[in-house]
């Protein structure tokens, strides 16, 4: 089975994004997005239509309502791991679901003070530190976790 990973860019201080809006690590964005376009995707949202997701190609777009139903297929397919970058509300819902098995936070060194924490309140999960990785010339850690249900 495939596994789900979940992947953002966190400050040091657990925000997923400034009080504007703003993230951290452009460059490193930048460099994602451009990978990006050469992978398959699966998009959820209820707004978004196919004529909107160029540049991107291999893009199929699905209704929040059947996500956690088309998310579950792709698990169980063939292929490689999953990766779900960005989109705070569907990794938290996904989190709160027990659809997660790996956790992966690149933790930025500044500081935003406010913004959009990186949690919706306390996850039902427990996480074990699985790897981290630094890279020369960068300030971000990578903190790789796996993500085990806690009883109810």
Known sequence: MRKLIVCNIVSLDGYYEGPDGDVMAR????????????IDKVVVSDSLTADQTAPW???????????HEQITELKSGPGRDI????????????LAHAMVDELHLMIGAGVLGAGTPA????????LQL???????????VLARY???????
């Open 83 to 94: 990766l779900v970058f960005g989109s705070h509300t569907l990794w938290n819902d996904l």
């Open 57 to 67: 190609h291999n893009t199929r777009i699905v209704s929040r309502a059947d996500a």
């Open 146 to 152: 796996a993500v085990q249900p806690t009883a109810a």
């Open 130 to 140: 699985i790897d981290t990785r630094t890279w020369d010339g960068s300030s971000l």
């Open 119 to 126: 949690f919706n309140g306390r996850p039902p999960v427990s």
């Open 27 to 38: 460059p490193v964005e930048r460099e994602i997005s451009r990978l990006d376009t050469a």
